[in-house]
Structure formats: C-alpha cells, structure tokens
C-alpha cells in the first residue's frame, strides 16, 4: 500500500471518534439552557481535550512511516523513540483526564436521593382510602401484608423459620 493509502486508512479510522467528539463539542457549546455552567465547562474541557488528543494520535500515526524511514537514514532513532515516549505519556495522561471531566460532568451539581418505596411488606392505603377491610387484592378475612415488628394476622409470618421444616421419612 502507498503512503497516501496507508495515511487515508488511518485517518478514516480515527473519523468515527472525531466526528463524535465535534458533535459533543456542537452540542454542549449550544446546550446553554439545558446544562448548568459547571456541568457544561466541564463537559466542554472534557471534550476539547479528548478531540485535541484524537488529532494528535491521528497526525501521529499518520506520519509514523515517514518519521521512522527519515530517522532510521539519519541514525536518529533515539530522537524518535523519545518523540513516539512523549505522545504516548501525553496520551496516558491526557485521555483519563479528558473522560473524567466528562464523567464528572455527568454526576456534577446532582444530590442523591434516596430510593423510592417502603420496606419489603410494609403497606399504606391509598390517600383518602379507609384502613378498615383488605386492601384491593387480598382475600376478605386477610389483615393485608404483615408489617415489620406486627404479628402476622392469619398464622403467617414475613420472617424465616427459625429452624429448618421437618421432612416427613417414609422408613
């Protein structure tokens, strides 16, 4: 394969993910009424380092070839080796910083809440609803689902037996 083929490649490897972080960029830059001020500069940070480094490893595998048989005709292959170091520590720096900022973008300005519902059993009526007979659902003559620390009204319990139910043998 040519060089220009070689170069194409690469770059139509690299299109999906810039064109993605283009789009995140487009998006929060013009997002301003749906994103707070913290969560969107910290979405955009994210997103403008990670487009800056895609563009760097592009260029960089790009001119790889060209780099290597320049070098490797001039006897510096050192100077390469420590150029091919310094993209990759800034890419091991800079894409964990770079998705951070966008995870943290995500959970940024939100309290938690706590989780919806009741403990397991427990039952309220509806509102405006009467405490008197079943709840909808339940048998007449049936208290309705047994609440922690009450005795179950028919025999039943919410809790496990204390001891394992005896098997019958047939000897």
Same mark, same amino acid.
């Given at each position: 394969?040519?060089? #220009?083929?070689?170069?194409?490649?690469?770059?139509?490897?690299?299109?999906?993910?810039?064109?993605?972080?283009?789009?995140?960029?487009?998006?929060? =830059? /013009?997002?301003?009424?749906?994103?707070?001020?913290?969560?969107?500069?910290?979405?955009?940070?994210?997103?403008?380092?990670?487009?800056?480094?895609?563009?760097? *490893?592009?260029? @960089?595998?790009?001119?790889?070839?060209?780099?290597?048989?320049?070098? *490797?005709?001039? +006897?510096?292959?050192?100077? #390469?080796?420590?150029?091919?170091? /310094?993209?990759?520590?800034?890419?091991?720096?800079?894409?964990?910083? !770079?998705?951070?900022?966008?995870?943290? $973008?995500? #959970?940024?300005?939100?309290?938690?809440?706590?989780?919806?519902?009741?403990? @397991? !059993? $427990? @039952?309220?009526?509806?509102? +405006?609803?009467? /405490?008197? !007979?079943?709840?909808? +659902?339940?048998? =007449?003559?049936?208290?309705?689902?047994?609440?922690?620390?009450?005795?179950?009204?028919?025999?039943?319990?919410?809790?496990?037996?204390? =001891?394992?139910?005896?098997?019958?043998?047939?000897?």
């Amino acid at each position: 394969m040519d060089m #220009f083929g070689y170069r194409l490649t690469q770059l139509l490897g690299h299109l999906p993910v810039l064109l993605t972080l283009l789009g995140v960029l487009v998006l929060a =830059a /013009t997002a301003r009424r749906r994103l707070p001020g913290r969560v969107r500069s910290l979405l955009l940070a994210g997103a403008t380092i990670l487009l800056l480094l895609e563009l760097l *490893s592009a260029a @960089w595998v790009a001119a790889l070839p060209e780099l290597i048989r320049s070098r *490797s005709l001039s +006897g510096g292959m050192r100077q #390469f080796e420590l150029m091919n170091l /310094t993209v990759s520590v800034v890419g091991w720096l800079g894409y964990p910083a !770079g998705l951070g900022l966008v995870v943290a $973008a995500v #959970f940024v300005g939100r309290a938690a809440t706590p989780a919806p519902g009741r403990p @397991w !059993g $427990a @039952w309220t009526p509806p509102a +405006g609803a009467t /405490t008197t !007979g079943p709840p909808p +659902g339940y048998p =007449a003559g049936h208290g309705g689902p047994v609440l922690p620390g009450q005795p179950a009204g028919w025999g039943g319990s919410d809790r496990p037996p204390a =001891a394992p139910p005896q098997v019958d043998r047939a000897d």
